[in-house]
């Protein structure tokens, strides 16, 4: 008798991944506006840049519009901000991306800075969560680089990345720290006009991205994230004067970080905070949520602005800003002090400074001291490294410890005086000399690292720093003029 063979086992069916952002956002929203909400996720993100107004403007976007095939639409809340609705060649293989021109950025998160109401210059801002540093150039940008900001982030893994971007920015009113945001409120209590919080948070912006890939948030990871975020809210509320504004954003639907978070600190404030209205400045309704998981919200919360994808093509943020009215309860503690004599730096001596002027003046025809007085700024030194740093810092701050401070200048070298990348590109359009016009056909080259085999000896000195342009004036970093060629100094990371 032959035995008949069992049939293997079928494996059990895989399980089904559950999208719990998106199934949260269904309770969240009427039957039409989830529909909606579902057919605008089947389409990709638009890519949007932000110009960088220290060096180009939109006459610099219509020229690359046309060389890099880019249909472009204005973001209508960010006068600087601008969709690209389809692109031959991508923004970010571009010589002005890597030069600082702009900067790539989702249009919703374009809208924070752009919620502040500087109705005249303001004195001194904070950005509280600043890396990787987009908000913080946002800000630089809109008060045209002349109002201090600290830009400050609690992770010393992510500082390099904020001062890459700011460097990159070609930022002088910016300093740089690494603290735990929740301390500045009673470190410096009422001392700045606007206080920037995009908070840590779980991201669930229902845009899944290669860097930000969409995962699963347990409630207990919700909880603390929300609990940490009032924490800094508060700080900030602390730190700024009474009349001042706080913004504060995520890049999460999430109610527990959003509209939860804006409840804690109106019922541990009172009447001495409120929520700004920002319906006049969107396109179209986004009011936050009334209330949810069963809690109903302080009236106020609704002020706020809910980006859900659907309304203007955008990630899923959240924003608010908050004006505080009156004194709040608080204690003060002793700020961190570090002068920076101690940690090597060094106001630059009389004839040094002037040195430097000269030199300025004779290799690219700059004024560097009215420049200096324009701008409000001082030379300093650390070591060999030359700086241009804010009037503003040392008048209140100097004993703050920092990780970066002002524009480099240059350094000391061997051979002469030598000008920094983040100058160069910061400062090329003002020079009347010591520039260079690359043909268009070594531009390539030129960015990938590549040298320039051309002979400039009758031009410049042996060992001269030049700074390169494009046919259109722009900026192509510096080189060294050398035998036969000029050797390619764009930074490595950028090569």
Not at 122 to 146: C, F, V, W
Not at 190 to 196: A, K, R
Not at 328 to 354: C, H, V
Not at 479 to 485: A, D, F, I, M, N
Request: proline share 8%.
């Amino acid at each position: 008798m032959t035995r008949k063979k069992r049939r293997a086992t079928p494996p059990p069916p895989a399980p089904v991944v559950v999208d719990t952002a998106l199934a949260r956002a269904r309770s969240l929203l009427s039957a039409e506006d989830y529909t909606a909400l579902v057919a605008e996720l089947e389409h990709p993100l638009r890519t949007a840049i932000r110009l960088n107004p220290l060096k180009a403007g939109e006459a610099d976007l219509a020229s690359w519009a046309v060389r890099y095939g880019w249909e472009t639409t204005p973001v209508p809340y960010c006068p600087t901000g601008w969709w690209l609705n389809s692109a031959k060649i991508s923004p970010a293989q571009t010589p002005e991306h890597r030069l600082g021109c702009f900067y790539i950025q989702d249009a919703a998160s374009m809208l924070p800075v752009e919620l502040f109401d500087f109705g005249q210059e303001p004195g001194l801002l904070l950005d509280l969560a600043a890396s990787p540093g987009g908000k913080t150039t946002h800000l630089i940008s809109r008060t045209h680089d002349r109002t201090l900001t600290i830009a400050n982030d609690a992770s010393a893994s992510r500082i390099q990345a904020l001062r890459i971007v700011l460097g990159g920015w070609g930022t002088t009113h910016q300093a740089v720290t690494n603290f735990p945001g929740e301390k500045f409120g009673n470190w410096f209590p009422g001392q700045f006009d606007g206080v920037l919080l995009d908070a840590p948070c779980s991201m669930e912006s229902l845009r899944s991205t290669e860097s930000h890939p969409m995962r699963p948030i347990s409630t207990r990871e919700r909880s603390a994230l929300a609990q940490r975020q009032a924490r800094l809210l508060t700080s900030a509320l602390l730190a700024v004067r009474n009349g001042g504004q706080v913004v504060y954003s995520t890049c999460t639907l999430a109610p527990e970080e959003d509209e939860a978070v804006l409840d804690i600190v109106l019922q541990r404030f009172g009447r001495c905070v409120c929520v700004d209205d920002l319906s006049a400045r969107l396109p179209g309704p986004a009011p936050a949520l009334p209330g949810a998981n069963g809690v109903t919200f302080d009236p106020q919360v609704t002020r706020a602005a809910r980006l859900w994808p659907h309304r203007f093509g955008t990630s899923g943020f959240f924003a608010a800003r908050l004006t505080r009215l009156n004194d709040l309860p608080g204690e003060m503690e002793p700020e961190p002090a570090r002068p920076l004599e101690r940690t090597g730096w060094a106001r630059l001596a009389q004839s040094a400074a002037q040195a430097l002027k000269v030199f300025f003046g004779d290799r690219f025809g700059f004024d560097l001291e009215n420049w200096l007085t324009t701008n409000r700024l001082e030379l300093w030194g650390f070591r060999e490294r030359r700086y241009a740093i804010p009037v503003a810092f040392l008048a209140r701050f100097a004993s703050l410890p920092v990780q970066m401070l002002g524009l480099l200048l240059g350094e000391d070298a061997a051979g002469g005086f030598e000008i920094s990348h983040e100058a160069a590109a910061r400062l090329g359009r003002l020079f009347q000399a010591g520039r260079v016009t690359l043909p268009e056909a070594f531009i390539p080259g030129w960015l990938k690292g590549d040298d320039l085999p051309h002979d400039l000896g009758a031009l410049f000195p042996a060992g001269a720093v030049i700074l390169l342009t494009g046919p259109d004036g722009q900026g192509l970093g510096r080189g060294r003029v050398g035998l036969q060629r000029v050797k390619n100094l764009l930074p490595r990371r950028m090569g």
